[in-house]
Nanobody, 125 residues
């Protein structure tokens, strides 16, 4: 089993930055991909960005490309999502997900095995 715990959400103004963290524990050696999803009120869960556990492959949704950066600290087994130039439409609960299979660009939530509890991001205009 793998446990994921997100942190770093909060209330910010448009144009501000936030860094989300996802701490992984348990059988992390079995993982090959990790991703961030988000879900706004009344909307479906949406893929944001993915990273291979090796750190070599990254993918971003068009809506966040050039504003968000995904990265990983190997020593801490923690994945980050640096979010710059935030917009009100970025408001959502952000979830960390992980899985044993490859495919960092897989945007289908049901394809991901492990999930964190989510962290709320609110961007005011």
């Amino acid at each position: 089993q793998v446990q994921l715990v997100e942190s770093g959400g909060g209330l910010v103004q448009a144009g501000d930055s936030l860094r989300l963290s996802c701490a992984a524990s348990g059988r992390t050696f079995s993982l090959n991909a990790v991703a961030w999803f988000r879900q706004a009120t009344g909307k479906e869960r949406e893929y944001v960005s993915g990273l291979s556990w090796s750190g070599f492959h990254r993918w971003y949704a068009d809506s966040v490309k050039d504003r968000f950066t995904i990265s990983r600290d190997n020593a801490k087994n923690t994945v980050y999502l640096q979010m710059d130039s935030l917009k009100p439409e970025d408001t959502a609960i952000y979830y960390c997900a992980a899985r044993m299979s490859f495919g960092v660009a897989d945007s289908t939530p049901n394809s991901w095995t492990y999930w964190g509890q989510g962290t709320q991001v609110i961007v005011s205009s």
